[in-house]
């Protein structure tokens, strides 16, 4: 039988109300608002909910030490400092990444040293890594993109070899398990985002995770003379700390209902998933699932039509970064090699908002459906609807 219409071609979209909001109704949220104005807490600089999330975040981060800041960008760029990259310094980071983590690199007159990601989940390649080491290298800046993780066994014994600095940005996958570790904890620092579109949010901030050690306190020790004017660089509010304890205290139980309503995910045509499946070794983490798409197997729809179609029917794709080599000139970083991955990375990735793999039913069940009928009309789509800006639109 023929699916219905789909509704970029005018038939009734799948989900009419459009993909489920962020963040969701949380008693425990709105217990902690109403803590905050019976107390007038929400106005302080310091106090105890600071303190209670850095005791949650530990407690969940295998006892690491936390230093909260005002974002995630804000974060790599402390997390970079904290291991002592000054102007002149190498950081080595893939050509698949979010945008702000070379910028930070710049913004410390440092440079990036850009390679490949891995054909398979578009994670940076440690075989990449291991060909742009260098004396001028002071660290590695790897990011667990769209529900993929990075080889961090093999890039840890690759800096441990090296003698230079591991950064990881767990941004994207709060509360994952990564080989056997959360998410966040395999680096000489980890980074984490409290943006308003993440699984953990306060709207904004962010925080430094570092391993509790002497070397460890030497990173926060960089860190703190940094933001400390006799005022804070970067700070994170009470108000913004106490909305994120019963987020973080939720975490576990979050990651695997979303790891588990992903794994529905894992067949649909054309779109190969970025995470691995969940096992005892790995939970993936979503802010977004990601995919390569594979266009073939949609009569050649462009990457953009096909998000705009799925949104259209009220499920939330979007298309994923573009490579670094189309923003950055190699005036100012240091590309390793051609990058193709990259490349087909920033061409062909698309990702799935996470906020319906929280909430499953109707909406989870929505996809599947969404996805064939888009894939039933891509001919007549192709042929029939304009293409804005070429096919794309937004960016994950
Ligand atoms: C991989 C990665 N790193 C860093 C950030 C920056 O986080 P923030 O938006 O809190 O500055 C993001 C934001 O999406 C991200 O995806």
Same mark, same amino acid.
């Given at each position: 039988?023929?699916?219905?219409? %789909?509704?970029?071609?005018?038939?009734?979209?799948?989900?009419?109300?459009?993909?489920?909001?962020?963040?969701?109704?949380? %008693?425990?949220?709105? &217990?902690?608002?109403?803590?905050?104005?019976?107390?007038?807490?929400?106005?302080?600089?310091?106090?105890?909910?600071?303190?209670?999330?850095?005791? +949650?975040?530990? #407690?969940?981060?295998?006892?690491?030490?936390?230093?909260?800041?005002?974002?995630?960008?804000?974060?790599?760029?402390?997390?970079?400092?904290?291991?002592?990259?000054? +102007?002149?310094?190498?950081?080595?980071?893939?050509?698949?990444?979010?945008?702000?983590? %070379?910028?930070?690199?710049?913004?410390?007159?440092?440079?990036?040293?850009?390679?490949?990601?891995?054909?398979?989940?578009?994670?940076?390649?440690?075989? &990449?890594?291991?060909?742009?080491?260098?004396?001028?290298?002071?660290?590695?800046?790897?990011?667990?993109?769209?529900?993929?993780?990075?080889?961090?066994?093999?890039? !840890?014994?690759?800096?441990?070899?090296?003698?230079?600095?591991?950064?990881?940005?767990?941004?994207?996958?709060?509360?994952?398990?990564?080989?056997?570790?959360?998410?966040?904890?395999?680096? /000489?620092?980890?980074?984490? @985002?409290?943006?308003? @579109?993440?699984?953990?949010?306060?709207?904004?901030?962010?925080?430094?995770?570092?391993?509790?050690?002497?070397?460890?306190? !030497?990173? +926060?020790?960089?860190?703190?003379?940094?933001?400390?004017?006799?005022?804070?660089?970067?700070?994170?509010?009470?108000?913004?700390?106490?909305?994120?304890?019963?987020?973080?205290?939720?975490?576990?139980?979050?990651?695997?209902?979303?790891? #588990?309503?992903?794994?529905?995910?894992? @067949?649909?045509?054309? *779109?190969?998933?970025?995470?691995?499946?969940?096992?005892? #070794?790995?939970?993936?983490?979503?802010?977004?699932?990601?995919?390569?798409?594979?266009?073939?197997?949609?009569?050649?729809?462009?990457?953009?039509?096909?998000?705009? &179609? *799925? !949104?259209?029917? $009220?499920?939330?794709?979007?298309?994923?970064?573009?490579?670094?080599?189309?923003?950055?000139?190699?005036?100012?970083?240091?590309?390793? $090699?051609?990058?193709?991955?990259?490349?087909?990375?920033?061409? !062909?990735?698309?990702?799935?908002?996470? %906020?319906?793999?929280?909430?499953? $039913?109707? /909406?989870?069940?929505?996809?599947?459906?969404?996805?064939?009928?888009?894939?039933?009309?891509?001919?007549?789509?192709?042929?029939?609807?304009?293409?804005?800006?070429?096919?794309?639109?937004?960016?994950?």
């Amino acid at each position: 039988m023929t699916p219905d219409r %789909p509704a970029i071609l005018g038939g009734a979209p799948l989900r009419p109300d459009g993909p489920p909001g962020w963040p969701p109704p949380d %008693p425990a949220v709105d &217990a902690a608002l109403r803590l905050l104005i019976e107390t007038g807490a929400w106005g302080r600089y310091h106090g105890p909910h600071g303190e209670a999330l850095r005791a +949650a975040l530990s #407690e969940t981060h295998g006892g690491c030490g936390v230093h909260l800041c005002g974002g995630g960008t804000a974060a790599v760029e402390l997390a970079l400092i904290g291991v002592g990259v000054t +102007a002149g310094d190498e950081v080595v980071l893939a050509g698949y990444d979010f945008r702000a983590n %070379p910028a930070n690199v710049l913004a410390l007159g440092a440079v990036p040293a850009v390679v490949d990601v891995r054909p398979d989940d578009w994670q940076i390649d440690p075989a &990449a890594i291991r060909g742009a080491l260098g004396p001028k290298t002071r660290a590695v800046l790897v990011s667990h993109l769209h529900g993929g993780v990075v080889a961090l066994p093999a890039v !840890r014994a690759l800096c441990d070899e090296a003698g230079v600095a591991l950064i990881e940005d767990a941004c994207q996958n709060p509360g994952a398990t990564v080989h056997g570790r959360p998410a966040g904890t395999w680096g /000489d620092a980890g980074v984490l @985002s409290f943006g308003g @579109s993440k699984p953990l949010t306060a709207g904004r901030g962010g925080a430094v995770l570092f391993p509790a050690n002497p070397a460890g306190e !030497r990173v +926060a020790a960089r860190i703190r003379r940094h933001v400390g004017r006799g005022n804070d660089l970067s700070p994170l509010s009470e108000m913004q700390a106490a909305v994120l304890v019963p987020q973080v205290r939720a975490l576990a139980e979050r990651t695997r209902l979303r790891s #588990e309503n992903g794994d529905t995910l894992r @067949s649909l045509p054309g *779109l190969t998933p970025l995470a691995p499946a969940a096992s005892a #070794e790995m939970t993936p983490g979503f802010y977004k699932m990601g995919f390569q798409y594979d266009p073939a197997a949609y009569d050649g729809l462009p990457r953009g039509m096909f998000c705009a &179609a *799925l !949104r259209a029917e $009220g499920v939330a794709f979007d298309p994923g970064f573009p490579a670094l080599r189309s923003l950055f000139s190699g005036r100012r970083a240091r590309f390793v $090699g051609d990058l193709p991955q990259a490349a087909a990375a920033g061409e !062909r990735c698309v990702g799935l908002h996470h %906020p319906v793999l929280l909430a499953g $039913g109707e /909406d989870l069940a929505a996809i599947p459906a969404a996805v064939e009928r888009v894939r039933t009309f891509a001919g007549e789509i192709v042929r029939t609807v304009p293409l804005p800006n070429g096919g794309e639109s937004l960016e994950l």
